[in-house]
């Protein structure tokens, strides 16, 4: 990770307790294999963060005891979602944590749901993202968003859910058009995406969970 506080990036990762998360996966994975599911993604997420580079840290917004214990011996930071409003408030209370610490941090929003997630790939985006005050990435459908950026002393202003990517280069954030970032805009909502994930090539713990299962 990088040391250098006026460089590093911040990032936040909103995740559900598990009992609630991934519930359009169940059709392909079982009920009992989701949550464990929902927690390997978030894993293979903070793990390839934590090894880029660019990154300083990695703040879960989460209130599953669960994985805040998972996800902190990765060396993430848990911060309990005290708002307990939904995704957006979630990812704020995250920014408000950062920024309590360091005010001028470099924060970035970023999908806990990112299995096939490319260290590499991240750092071009996060490169990227360094260049405007406000920068987001589509995910793989163009419809929604796995990344929003903003820089030190800006809002991240996040309107995450749905038809997210519209909104968000409504609201100012310059949207970031790079090939080859697949990983990072490959979210897994569905059995499909799982596919699509596992094309690009899962991370060690979503692997060890669900290519058993899956033959």
């Known amino acids: 990770m990088n ?23 169940a059709p392909a994975t079982g009920a009992l294999l989701r949550p464990r599911l929902a ?12 090894n880029c580079a660019r990154v300083r840290d990695v ?7 669960a994985a805040g214990a998972a996800l902190a011996a990765l060396g993430a930071r848990i911060v309990p979602d ?13 920014v408000r944590a ?6 001028h941090a470099r924060v970035a929003a970023l999908n806990a749901d990112l299995p096939a997630l490319r260290t ?17 990435l589509a995910d793989a459908a163009e419809i929604g968003t796995t990344f929003l950026s903003a820089g030190p002393g ?22 970031i058009r790079l090939t080859g970032v697949d990983s990072v805009r490959r979210d897994v909502d569905t059995g499909e995406d799982l596919a699509e ?8 713990r979503t692997a060890a969970r669900w290519l058993p299962a899956a033959g």
Do not use: C, M, Q
């Open 3 to 25: 040391s250098d506080a006026n460089d590093g990036w911040h990032l936040v990762l909103p995740l559900k307790p598990l009992a609630l998360a991934k519930s359009r996966l």
């Open 39 to 50: 927690l390997a993604f978030a894993e293979d997420t903070v793990g390839a963060a934590l």
């Open 59 to 65: 703040v879960v917004v989460t209130d599953d005891p």
């Open 82 to 94: 005290l708002p307990a409003a939904g995704l957006n408030a979630a990812l704020e209370h995250g």
């Open 98 to 103: 950062i920024r309590e610490r360091r005010r």
């Open 120 to 136: 590499a790939e991240l750092a071009r985006v996060l490169d990227t993202a360094r260049t405007f005050p406000r920068a987001f």
């Open 154 to 175: 800006v809002e991240l202003e996040p309107a995450f859910g749905g038809a997210s990517r519209l909104r968000h280069l409504s609201s100012g954030a310059v949207e």
């Open 197 to 204: 994930a596992r094309a690009l090539g899962l991370g060690p």
